[in-house]
């Protein structure tokens, strides 16, 4: 069955549509109070918000017993070698049928569909450290070579953690990522190819996770308002995660080769309330508001839903969907406590031809030997250097 479809977002992000008040500045990431969309949208507004889609069944895989009894090898396998993690690859982490399906997926990844959404993994009574073992080989099959998010800004990190933490694990004034609390994160992109998620625990309520196609939101939004869309072509600012350089330049959407990317890290661009946009940085224009807002509005109309169930592991391709996540609440004492892993990859194979904007920023995520990347295996929270 395809995973829940839900309007949440959409409600969500209607209410901010129909809010009148604008400041000078646009509100950090995690601000409980959105700005309002200029309502000059000169499309159907109705249609506009028609609502998430329903994720096909095509591009859900669930796994028979014979491949669930493949990967139970093959996690076992490479567990009694005592190796570290970092050393997970197609050879040490061998599956000999399945890894042909895993190439097809890849194909889909990486083609007009741009993800895949594979099921049944939770069947299996893996330990912890079993599923980080089973969701980093699975994803070495669709995309070889892993990427440290946070390298920019010295953090060496591969595995990360997308759940909620308490105010207990941060310092005073300490940067609190949008991705390691409850709140909702608008549509955004990281920094990398190949996102691989997969479900080790779900919230009580919410945390539904969205999708949108990058082609599809930029036709939209250019053809309602080609004026908002000369701006995302223009260069904006934001703050860079470098210990270099404190400034980034760049548009938010790049065409290239019959291609749509989305530089959009909404982090860097926005700001959040542990960490503002600078006052070294330019104040957005009204139009840049403008721009962005249209652009969630768009994504979110555009967008299929996931519900995510224990042991699902989605893959996407980050350079062509835009994701996004609505609000949860967690109950860790009857065990519903939302907690996904998180790996960026790229596969030599199949990875997108790049514009030049993005080479030089995505080769540094992945110029690195395998035994120097970390894996932190527990509740690690995002730097500010891997956040988007």
């Keep these: 069955m395809a995973p829940h479809a839900t309007h949440a977002l959409t409600d969500f992000l209607e209410d901010s549509f129909h809010q009148q008040s604008r400041p000078g500045k646009f509100p950090a990431v995690g601000s409980e109070v959105l700005p309002a969309a200029v309502p000059t949208y000169s499309g159907n507004e109705r249609e506009l918000h028609s609502g998430v889609q329903e994720v096909s069944e095509g591009n859900v895989v669930t ?39 895993l190439r097809e997926m890849s194909a889909t990844v990486h083609g007009e569909t741009g993800h895949v959404l594979i099921r049944g993994i939770n069947l299996i009574p893996f330990t912890y450290l079993q599923k980080v073992i089973a969701h980093t ?58 996102l691989s998620l997969f479900t080790i625990s779900q919230s009580l309520t919410g945390g539904e996770f969205y999708l949108a196609n990058t082609k599809k939101v930029w ?87 996931f519900r995510f169930q224990k042991g ?19 109950d860790e004492h009857s065990g519903h406590k939302r907690h996904l892993l998180r790996l960026v990859a790229k596969d030599d194979l199949d990875a997108d031809i790049l514009p030049q904007l993005f080479q030089g920023r995505l080769e540094r995520l992945y110029d690195h030997e395998d035994k120097d990347e970390k894996f932190d295996i527990f509740r690690n929270p995002f730097m500010f250097a891997a956040g988007h």
């Design 63 to 101: 796994l028979t017993d014979m491949e669930l009894e493949e990967l139970k090898c093959a996690v076992l396998g490479f567990e009694s070698t005592s190796l570290a993690l970092n050393m997970i690859n197609k050879t040490t982490f061998p599956l000999p049928t399945l890894a042909l399906k």
């Design 312 to 330: 699902d592991m989605l893959a996407f391709n980050n350079l062509g969907m835009m994701h996004a996540r609505s609000s949860f609440v967690d």
């Design 137 to 194: 080989g699975l994803t070495s099959h669709l995309a070889g070579k892993r990427a440290m998010s946070g390298i920019e800004g010295g953090d060496k990190t591969v595995l990360h953690h997308v759940t909620a933490l308490s105010t207990a694990y941060y310092a005073q004034n300490e940067y609190h990522a949008p991705t390691n609390q409850a709140g909702p994160l608008l549509f955004h992109n990281d920094l990398g190819h190949i």
């Design 219 to 305: 036709e939209k939004i250019k053809d309602s308002r080609p004026d908002l869309a000369a701006a995302l072509m223009d260069d904006w600012t934001w703050e860079s995660p470098s210990k270099i350089k404190k400034i980034e330049r760049g548009p938010i959407v790049i065409l290239h080769k019959s291609q749509v990317f989305m530089n959009c890290s909404r982090v860097r661009i926005s700001g959040t309330l542990t960490r503002p946009r600078p006052d070294f940085l330019p104040h957005l224009t009204y139009q840049q508001i403008e721009a962005l807002e249209l652009l969630q509005l768009v994504a979110s109309d555009v967008s299929i839903s």
